[in-house]
C-alpha cells in the first residue's frame, strides 16, 4: 500500500507540473490543479475520519516515516480527533519533540532530511504549507521516537501574514524540545524580533507547555564556517532576551549557534565553460560531514535538556497539549498580533492611558449630568444630545491620544489598533448611557419609552378634544379604553427582550474589557452563551436557580480544556498539615487522607525514626500543626543533615504524586447536567459556585434588600475579586508546581461577564415593567380628564385644578429627591480623599494611645480596625448631611404653602369682581371686529383664563390683553387692578415660579370655565399634599441613590487581596 501511494504521489505531482508552472507553484491554487497526496488524505479525513481502515492506513504511512499533516496551512485547522486515533499505537513511547522554523527558502526541510533521513518535500519556492510531521523510530533508552517538524516558511511573499508566522513560530516554542532556527547567511532582525516577542508571549499562554526549549540558530551557505564572526548579532540576541527578562522561557547560549556551508554545488564550472549549459548539481560532501556533526550536537543538547526537566511525553499527551495550545492562539488573538515586544509593552501602557482617561470622563458627576440634561426629552431628543456629546469626547479623546502616540513614538500599525480600540469603548459607553439617563433620576431607556407612551395617549386625548366631538359618558369611556389599551400594548411591543439582552451582553463586556485584558476572550465567544441566557429567561428562573444553571455551565466548560499548567518541578516549601487546614479550593478530605497515609509510609520506612504529626490549638481557635523531627541524639550533624534531605526528599515525592493527580484527574459524567468531582483533588465547580457566590454578595451589598446598580465602579471591583480568586487558587496550587491555566482563568471571567449581563438585564426588565405599571395606574386620572373634557356639563375645571395640584405635587417630590442626591454629592466632596490610605495614617497615629486588644487586632485583621474607624466617622458625616437634606425639606415645605398662599389671595380676588359663574366671561372683554359667536368667545376667555394664571405665577406680570387663535382680549380694568395688587400683595418667589413653570411643561391647564371652582379645588388638596411631602424621608439612607456609603466603603476597605504568605491585606492604596 505505502508503495502505491509513494508512486501516486509521484503521479499527482508529474500531473500538477503540466497545469501549473514552477512560478505558480508557491501560490494559492484552485482544487482543480492543486494535485497531490497531502490533499487526497486530508479529503479522506474529512469524509471518513471515522472510518477504521482509513484511520489504520493512515497510521501505517505515519509509521513508515512519511510527513503527515499537522496543521492544514491553507485553512488553519488542526484535524485532532482523528490524529488522535491514528497516533494510538504511539502511546506510551516516550518522544522528542524537535521543530524547524525559518524563512522560505531557507533550506528547512533539506536540512530536517539530510540529518535525520525523513522525506520532507523539497523545491524551489514554498513547498510546506502549515506544518507538518514525521516520525524518526530510535534506538535510545531515554526516548523511542523523534517527531520532527517542519513549518511553512516565515516572511513568504505569497501569504504576507505576518501574524501567521508569529503563530507559526509560538506554536512552535510551545510544544518542542528543541527549535531549529534555520536561516540564509546572517541573522534576519525581523525574525530576531519576532523570536523575542513569540518567546515573550509564550509567558503568556498560560497552558501546559514544554518548558524551556533549547534554541538552535543554524546559520546556512556560510563561505566562512567562523561563527565568531557572527558574535555581535549573536549577543544582541542573548541580551535582548534577559533584557526583557525571558531567559528562563527559552534557552539560548552561544553554544546554541551554529554555521553550515552550502548543501549543494554544481560541478563542470570553470572560467571557459558555456554558462548555458546545464551543469550537475551534487551535494557537497563538507556539508554532509557538518550536518551530521550538527545532528549529534543536537542529540546531545537534548540528552541534557531531558536530566533536567525529567519529563518526556509521549505522542497522544504532546496531540492533546497542542491542540490545546492551537487553541488558545486562536481564542487570544494578541499572543501573535505585535510586531516586538516594545510593540507589545507600548500597547499595554495605552491602554492603561485609555482605561485610566475613560474612568474619568465617565464619572458619577457625568453620569448624573446627563440624567438631569435627559430630563423631559423625547427618545429621538437624547439620542442626538448622546451623538453630540459623544462625538465631542470622542475627538478630545482622541486629540489627547494622539498626543501620547507622538510622545511616545507609536507605530502606524499599533495607532490604527488603539484608535479603533478607544473610538468602540467609547461608543458602547454611550450606548450603555442613553439606557441608564434617559428619563429623570432613571437609569434605564425603559423609563423614557413608558414616558413617551403617556406623551402619545395624551395626545391622542387632546386630538378627539380640538375636534369639537361630544359624547356620552359610555362612549368616552369606551373611547377611552380603546385608546389606552393600544398604547400600553404598544409599550410593550417595544420591549424587544432578545434586542435588550444582547444590548446588556455589550454593555457588559464593553466595560469588563476596560480592567480585563489578558484573560477575557473576544465578544464572539462570549455572545456564544446568548442562547443559553435567553433560554434562562424565557423560563423564568429564580436567580438561585440561575446560579446553579451556570456552576453546571462554566464546570462542563473548564473541563473541556486543561485546567492547570505545570513549572519546572522545584518545589519551594515542604508541604504540610497546616496547609491542608486552610484549603478553601483544593479537596481537604482527600489531600488530608493522602497526607496521612504518606505519613504513615514514612514512619514505617524510617524504622527507629519516628515522625510526628502534632496539632496545637492557637490565638481564637485557630488550628495549627507542626511537623516535629525527632532524631536521636547520638547521631552526628552529617547524619542528621543527610536525615533531613530524605525528609525533604520524600515529601517532594508526595507533592509530585498529588501533582500528577491534579494534572490528568477528571470528573466524572453522570448524566447531561450533573458530574461527580468527589474523587478530585481540584474541583472546578468549587471555584466556579465561589466567584458566583461573591458576585451574588458585592450585588446585594447595599443594604438596603435592593441590588447594586451595574456601574463601571462595580465591574472594575467585581474583576478584582475575580483576579483575587484566580491569585488564591495558585497559591494553594503553588507547592504542587501548578497554576491555573489561561483557559480555566478565561472560563472565569467568562461566567462574570455572563452573571453581570443577567443581573443587568433583570434590572432592565424589572425597571421597564415597574414603569409599565406606573403608567396603568395613572389610567383612572387620564380618564376622568378625558371624560370631563369631550362630555358635556362635566367637571372640567375640578379635573383639571386636581391634575394640576398632583403633577405639581409629584415635581416637587422629584426635585426634593434630584436636589437631595446633589446635596449629598456636594457634601461628601470635602472627603474625596477618603481611602484606606487616608483612614489607615489616622489609625496610625492611634497606635501609642490605643489598648492592647485593639493593637492586636489591627495587626492580626487591619481591615476590621479600618472599617471600624470608617463607621464612627461616617456617623458624624452623615448626622451632618441628614440636617441639611431635613432644612432642604423645609424648603420645598415652605415653597408648597406659598403656592396655596397665593392660591388663597388669588380666590379672594376673584371672589369680590363678580358673580363665579359668569366671572370668566365678564372680566375678558372681546374687540368689536371679534364676529365670532357668544359659544366660541366663552371657550377662547376660557384660555385666556388658563393664561392669566400661569402668568401670574411663571411671570410675575399681568398683561392687559390676551391672543387666543388671532382674536384679541382685553382684561377688565378693575380686574387688571386686582390682579395687579394681588401680585404686589402676594408676589410669588422666583423658586416657586421656576417650579411652576416646569410643572406647565408636564401638563398645562388648557382653559378654566369657573376660576372660583378651580381655586376652591386646589385649596381642598392642601392638607393631603402638605402631609404626602412630610412623609417622604429626609435622611441618607432613604435619599441616596447613588449607593454612596456601599462605594465609600468599597474605597476604604481598598485591596482585597491576601498576601500568600501572612494572609494580611494588600496595604497598597489602588485608587
Not at 443594604?703 to 471591583?717: K, P
Amino acid at each position: 500500500m505505502l508503495t502505491c501511494l509513494e508512486l501516486l504521489g509521484d503521479e499527482l505531482k508529474k500531473e500538477r507540473s503540466k497545469l501549473v508552472s514552477p512560478a505558480d507553484m508557491a501560490t494559492q491554487l484552485p482544487i482543480q490543479k492543486n494535485l497531490s497526496l497531502e490533499v487526497l488524505w486530508r479529503n479522506a479525513i474529512v469524509c471518513s475520519q471515522n472510518e477504521p481502515l482509513v484511520i489504520q492506513k493512515y497510521n501505517e504511512f505515519i509509521k513508515a516515516g512519511f510527513p503527515f499533516e499537522i496543521v492544514d496551512g491553507d485553512n488553519f485547522y488542526f484535524p485532532y480527533s482523528f490524529l488522535f486515533e491514528a497516533l494510538k499505537p504511539f502511546c506510551n513511547h516516550r518522544t522528542l519533540v524537535i521543530s524547524v522554523i525559518g524563512p522560505q527558502n531557507s533550506g528547512k526541510s533539506t536540512l530536517l532530511n539530510y540529518m535525520f533521513g525523513t522525506l520532507f518535500d523539497v523545491r524551489d519556492g514554498r513547498c510546506t504549507r502549515g506544518i507538518y510531521g514525521s516520525f524518526v523510530k530510535t534506538n535510545r533508552t531515554d526516548f523511542e521516537y523523534i517527531l520532527l517538524i517542519d513549518t511553512e516558511g516565515l516572511l513568504s511573499i505569497e501569504r504576507e501574514d505576518p501574524e501567521f508566522d508569529r503563530r507559526i513560530v509560538l506554536f512552535c516554542l510551545a510544544v518542542s524540545h528543541i527549535v531549529l532556527v534555520n536561516m540564509v547567511g546572517e541573522i534576519s532582525t525581523t525574525l530576531q524580533s519576532m523570536l523575542t516577542l513569540c518567546t515573550d508571549s509564550l509567558e503568556k499562554m498560560g497552558v501546559t507547555r514544554i518548558p524551556q526549549p533549547i534554541v538552535h540558530f543554524i546559520l546556512n551557505q556560510k563561505a566562512d564556517l567562523n561563527i565568531e564572526n557572527n558574535r555581535a548579532a549573536i549577543d544582541r540576541i542573548i541580551s535582548d532576551l534577559k533584557k526583557f527578562g525571558l531567559g528562563e522561557s527559552i534557552d539560548i547560549r552561544k553554544e546554541t549557534f551554529h554555521t553550515l556551508p552550502s548543501a549543494y554545488k554544481k560541478e563542470g564550472q570553470t572560467l571557459i565553460s558555456n554558462a548555458k549549459l546545464p551543469k550537475a548539481v551534487k551535494t557537497a560532501p563538507e556539508f554532509i560531514e557538518c550536518v551530521q556533526s550538527l545532528c549529534g550536537e543536537i542529540i546531545h543538547s537534548a540528552e541534557s535538556y531531558l536530566d533536567r526537566v525529567k519529563e518526556c511525553l509521549d505522542p497522544l499527551q504532546w496531540l492533546s497539549s497542542s491542540k490545546t495550545i492551537f487553541d488558545t492562539l486562536q481564542k487570544f488573538s494578541d499572543l501573535t498580533y505585535y510586531q516586538d515586544i516594545y510593540e507589545r509593552r507600548l500597547d499595554d501602557e495605552i491602554r492603561e492611558h485609555i482605561r485610566n482617561d475613560l474612568t474619568k470622563i465617565f464619572s458619577a458627576d457625568f453620569r448624573d449630568g446627563l440624567i438631569i440634561e435627559s430630563s423631559h426629552k423625547t427618545e429621538q431628543e437624547i439620542h442626538e444630545l448622546f451623538l453630540s456629546k459623544q462625538n465631542k469626547i470622542q475627538e478630545t479623546a482622541r486629540e489627547n491620544l494622539r498626543a501620547l502616540f507622538k510622545l511616545l513614538k507609536v507605530p502606524d500599525t499599533l495607532r490604527r489598533r488603539t484608535e479603533q480600540f478607544l473610538s468602540v469603548q467609547i461608543i458602547e459607553m454611550f450606548n450603555a448611557l442613553q439606557t441608564s439617563t434617559i428619563a429623570v433620576n432613571e437609569r434605564e431607556r425603559v423609563k423614557l419609552i413608558v414616558r413617551n407612551g403617556e406623551g402619545d395617549l395624551q395626545k391622542l386625548i387632546q386630538d378627539v378634544i380640538q375636534s369639537g366631538q361630544q359624547m356620552s359618558i359610555q362612549e368616552a369611556s369606551t373611547q377611552f379604553n380603546r385608546m389606552f389599551d393600544n398604547i400600553l400594548q404598544s409599550i410593550k411591543r417595544r420591549f424587544i427582550p432578545e434586542k435588550r439582552l444582547k444590548q446588556a451582553m455589550k454593555h457588559i463586556f464593553t466595560n469588563y474589557n476596560i480592567y480585563e485584558k489578558q484573560c477575557l476572550p473576544h465578544y464572539a465567544y462570549i455572545a456564544n452563551h446568548f442562547i443559553m441566557l435567553s433560554n434562562i429567561n424565557d423560563s423564568q428562573l429564580s436567580i438561585d436557580d440561575v446560579a446553579d444553571e451556570i456552576v453546571i455551565l462554566f464546570t462542563r466548560l473548564g473541563y473541556q480544556k486543561s485546567s492547570v499548567i505545570t513549572h519546572s518541578y522545584n518545589p519551594k516549601t515542604q508541604y504540610s498539615i497546616d496547609m491542608i487546614y486552610n484549603l478553601i479550593y483544593l479537596n481537604k478530605q482527600l489531600l488530608e487522607a493522602a497526607y496521612t497515609q504518606f505519613i504513615n509510609e514514612f514512619n514505617r520506612s524510617l524504622g527507629n525514626h519516628q515522625l510526628i504529626d502534632r496539632s496545637q490549638h492557637h490565638n481564637k481557635g485557630k488550628v495549627r500543626s507542626r511537623l516535629n523531627l525527632f532524631i536521636p541524639p547520638f547521631r552526628e550533624k552529617r547524619a542528621a543533615k543527610q536525615f533531613q534531605s530524605s525528609v525533604m526528599i520524600t515529601t517532594e515525592k508526595f507533592q509530585l504524586a498529588i501533582r500528577d493527580h491534579i494534572r490528568y484527574e477528571k470528573p466524572i459524567i453522570l448524566e447531561e447536567t450533573r458530574i461527580n468531582e468527589d474523587s478530585m483533588y481540584f474541583a472546578i465547580s468549587r471555584a466556579i459556585a465561589e466567584i458566583i457566590s461573591r458576585i451574588r454578595t458585592m450585588m446585594e451589598s447595599n443594604g438596603n434588600g435592593q441590588m447594586r446598580q451595574i456601574r463601571t465602579e462595580l465591574i472594575q471591583r467585581i474583576v478584582g475579586i475575580i483576579n483575587s480568586l484566580i491569585i488564591e487558587v495558585d497559591n494553594e496550587l503553588a507547592p504542587f508546581c501548578l497554576s491555573l491555566s489561561l483557559q480555566l482563568k478565561s472560563t472565569f471571567h467568562t461566567c462574570a461577564v455572563i452573571l453581570l449581563t443577567q443581573y443587568y438585564y433583570d434590572q432592565q426588565m424589572k425597571h421597564f415593567f415597574q414603569t409599565a405599571s406606573e403608567l396603568d395606574t395613572k389610567k383612572d386620572d387620564l380618564k376622568s380628564y378625558f371624560i370631563s373634557m369631550v362630555v358635556s356639563n362635566a367637571s372640567i375645571d375640578e379635573n383639571y385644578a386636581m391634575n394640576f395640584a398632583k403633577k405639581f405635587k409629584e415635581h416637587l417630590i422629584k426635585l426634593f429627591i434630584q436636589e437631595g442626591q446633589h446635596t449629598i454629592n456636594r457634601e461628601l466632596k470635602t472627603y474625596d480623599c477618603l481611602n484606606r490610605k487616608w483612614i489607615q495614617d489616622r489609625c496610625d497615629g492611634l497606635l501609642l494611645t490605643s489598648d492592647h486588644q485593639w493593637l492586636l487586632d489591627y495587626i492580626e485583621n487591619p481591615t476590621k480596625i479600618i472599617e471600624q474607624f470608617f463607621t464612627a466617622l461616617w456617623g458624624h458625616i452623615e448626622e451632618a448631611i441628614d440636617q441639611k437634606l431635613t432644612d432642604q425639606k423645609g424648603f420645598y415645605v415652605a415653597r408648597l404653602n406659598e403656592f396655596f398662599f397665593c392660591i388663597q389671595g388669588m380666590l379672594e380676588t376673584a371672589s369680590k369682581l363678580g358673580a363665579a359663574a359668569t366671572f370668566v366671561n365678564d372680566v375678558f372683554l372681546s374687540e368689536e371686529t371679534n364676529i365670532l359667536d357668544v359659544n366660541k368667545n366663552l371657550i377662547n376667555k376660557q384660555r385666556c383664563m388658563a393664561s392669566l394664571f400661569m402668568k401670574y405665577f411663571t411671570v410675575n406680570d399681568i398683561p392687559i390683553s390676551f391672543c387666543v387663535d388671532g382674536k384679541m382680549y382685553r382684561l377688565r380694568n378693575d380686574a387688571f387692578d386686582a390682579f395687579r395688587l394681588l401680585l404686589q400683595q402676594r408676589r410669588p418667589s422666583q423658586e416657586l415660579s421656576t417650579m411652576i413653570e416646569q410643572t406647565s411643561e408636564i401638563y398645562n391647564v388648557s382653559s378654566i370655565g369657573n376660576l372660583v371652582i378651580f381655586l376652591q379645588t386646589l385649596l381642598r388638596s392642601k392638607e393631603t399634599f402638605l402631609t404626602d411631602l412630610n412623609r417622604c424621608k429626609s435622611d441618607f439612607k432613604n435619599m441616596d441613590s447613588q449607593e454612596t456609603y456601599v462605594n465609600l466603603l468599597d474605597k476604604v476597605r481598598g485591596c482585597q487581596d491576601l498576601c500568600p504568605c501572612c494572609r494580611r491585606p494588600c496595604d497598597v492604596d489602588h485608587t
